[in-house]
Structures are given as structure tokens and as C-alpha cells.
């Protein structure tokens, strides 16, 4: 049975968690891999629509157990009130599995977030201020906090007390704001325990014994390719690996035991914060495919940039995972329009480029090239097999799987959990 990767081909947005939902009824095992509480999906059950910060997708489906792995940072009081919100609307979240050694996002976390966010002024990255960032730090540079932390006071206590001997150094004289008490933060963090003790596992042997028994484990990416911070639009961009090679150190899992990597992709291109964006569209056309597409962060509730759709970025996906499969999302905002541009190309310095620049300062230069497919005008959100889209959208679909460079085996055709068509079977 498989091991799958499922994450965005782009920067983020892409609909992960539709494909999610689509395809708990038949996995053991969802798994978030990397991000925290700044990653957003959306899945419609039903008449019911659930927005999901930290908690994997697969929570919203029976007999499925969701996991957060140890590549993820944790604000446990955005997961207690997530857990909180959907055991209110009758959802079973007894489940859930938490790493003991996934990092906590601390008060401290956030607060330097927001004041390093604001110093920077028109240089700010467009972080969701949230204080993923400064806990990524901490983790690299070693005085982090994990969540098996909370469950010994003493070492929690040595631990804060060490983080903040120089956090409060920068509060104070870099930024001009209160030092932050170690108690006070000591006292908010045990407050934690008892909630969460219940949830914390050793995840990595549970997924790997999941694995040799033959049952079907999922990854689940947050934001995308293009928000890595190693492959990604350095420097606007996350501060972990949503790329398929965070599966498995967010995870404990080995690179032989992942059959399938699944990349999601928008019929068009959005992205959140600072950053190029080739195929921007500042024009009437952009703040259509906004309205209609409801482009707005289910996270951040920021307005989302639009734009068309970019082979070039789609390649680039299809190369550093390793893809062997699409997921198409949102073909439907697509209908109306007579004519569809698709950037299939950048023209750089005069020269035409076929592949995503590895030099920051040519991609900040790059123009797209569009070729421009017919569109269509017939209502698709009914359609239940290929066949049975227009004509149009058939080739549409068609000719982003070339220029793409992996099938597409699944296409959403609106937002519900059965408004989708599966070409070929992920499983």
C-alpha cells in the first residue's frame, strides 16, 4: 500500500485541503509535515465549511487518524481552539496525534515577529505574524522548545529562561519594548499540558510501523513550492520545507517507503505577501479571477495576488518533488472568459527562458510569455467525468498537462467535496 506526498505547486493556495478531504475516506494516516498555524485550507463538506490552521485535513473524515509530525511548529493555543471549534460542530478529534518533538511557538515567538516585521519597513517579507519565523530560528539555532518540553518543568523553565536572556536583550534595546517575564511565560506554557498530554506520540515509529503493516499514510504539505525556503523565492518566502523532501524530515519516514507525490495545482496563480509574481494581474482581470475565486487567505484574511496560470513555475514543481501527479483546482472560475492566457515562457534581458531562473535578480526581471487558449462559457460544476466538459476546458487541461510535465489525474470543478473529477485513481 502507498506512501503519498500531497502539496502545492505553486505559492500556496492551491486547494491542499479539497485533495485532502478527497482522499481521507481511503488513507490510515494524514500527516502535516512542516508550516504551523500561518498554512490555511479550506474544505466544504456538505452544506458545512471547515477552515483548518494547523490541524491536518484528515481530521474531517472518519476512521482516518490526523497527525501533526515533528516538522511542524506548534501554537498550542491555536490548536486547543481549533480542536475546541470543531468538537462544538460535532467533529471527532480524539484522534490526533501529536509529535513530542515538534517545536511550540512561544508568546515570545510572535511578539518578535510582528516588532522584526515592522522594523523592516518597506524591506518586510510579509509574514503572517504569527511567529512561525522566530520558532523555525529558535529550532536551527538551538534553544527551541518542543512539545514533550512541557510535560518537565525544569527543563522548560532552563529553557525559556535561556531564550529570553537574549530576546529580551533585543526587545528592549533594539526595538524598545518590554522585556518579557520568564514566569509569565512559564505559567502560560505548563497551562498546556494537561490539554495536550492525551495527543503526544511518538509519531515517527507509529507512521513507519503504518507503513510495514500496509496501511496508506499521507503527507500534507503547507503553503508551496515556491514559499521553500531553500527552493522557494528567497528571502519572501515561509521558513521550513513544504517541498516533497520535508516529508520526510518533518516526518521521520525514509524518501523509499513514498510511492507518489502529488502536486496541486491552480487552474491560474495566486500568492500571498511580498515577492515576484511574473504573471500579476493588476488590471480588471485579476480582480475578477479574485472575486470570483473568493482569492482571499484563510489564514491571513489578506486580499490574495492573481494572476495567470504559469507553466514555467509548474515545471520548475514537477522537477525539485519529483511529481508524479496533478491535482487541478478551481477550473470553474475559469468559465466565462472568451480568451485564456497562459505564460508558458519569461523573457529575460531579450531572451526567452523556459525554466524558473535560479538568479533572484532575473526572476524580479522576468516577463511572461503568454500563448492564449479558447475558453468557455458552459457551467462545469456539475461535470462528473472528463468527457463531459466542454471542449474548451478539455484542451485547457490538456495543455497544462504538457507544458507541466506530469499527468493530471484529478480536476476540481467547484468547491465541494464531490465537485471534483478523478481521471486516475491516487491510490
Known sequence: ?????????????????????????????????????????????????????????????????????????????????????????????????????????????????????????????????RGIGPAYADKINRVGIRVQDLFDESILRQKVEAALDHKNQVLAKLYNRRAIAVDQVV????????????????????????????????????QGTLLDVDHGTYPFVTSSNPTAGGACTGTGVGPTKINRVIGILKAYTTRVGAGPFPTELLDEDGEKLRTIGGERGVTTGRDRRCGWFDAVIARYATRVNGLTDFFLTKLDVLTGWERIPVCVAYEIDGKRVEELPYSQTDFHHAKPIYETLPGWSEDITQAKTFDELPKNAQKYVQALEEMSGAPISAIGVGPGRDETIQIKSFL
Open 1 to 129: 500500500m502507498p506512501a503519498l506526498v500531497l502539496l502545492g505547486a505553486q505559492w500556496g493556495d492551491e486547494g491542499k485541503g479539497k485533495a485532502t478531504d478527497l482522499l481521507g475516506g481511503s488513507v490510515d494516516y494524514v500527516v502535516r509535515y512542516q508550516g504551523g498555524n500561518n498554512a490555511g485550507h479550506t474544505v466544504v463538506v456538505g452544506d458545512q465549511k471547515y477552515a483548518l490552521h494547523l490541524l491536518p485535513s484528515g481530521i474531517l473524515s472518519p476512521g482516518c487518524t490526523p497527525v501533526i509530525g515533528n516538522g511542524v511548529v506548534v501554537d498550542p493555543s491555536v490548536l486547543l481552539s481549533e480542536l475546541s471549534g470543531l468538537d462544538e460542530r460535532g467533529v471527532d478529534t480524539s484522534k490526533l496525534l501529536i509529535s513530542g518533538n515538534a517545536h511550540l511557538i512561544t508568546p515570545y515567538h510572535t511578539t518578535l515577529d510582528k516588532v522584526s516585521e515592522r522594523f523592516l519597513g518597506k524591506r518586510k517579507i510579509g509574514t503572517t505574524g
Open 187 to 222: 505559567e502560560e506554557l505548563l497551562g498546556y499540558a494537561d490539554p495536550l498530554r492525551g495527543y503526544v506520540a511518538d509519531t515517527t515509529l507509529l507512521l513507519n510501523n503504518a507503513i510495514d503493516q500496509g496501511q496508506v499514510v499521507l503527507f500534507e504539505g503547507g
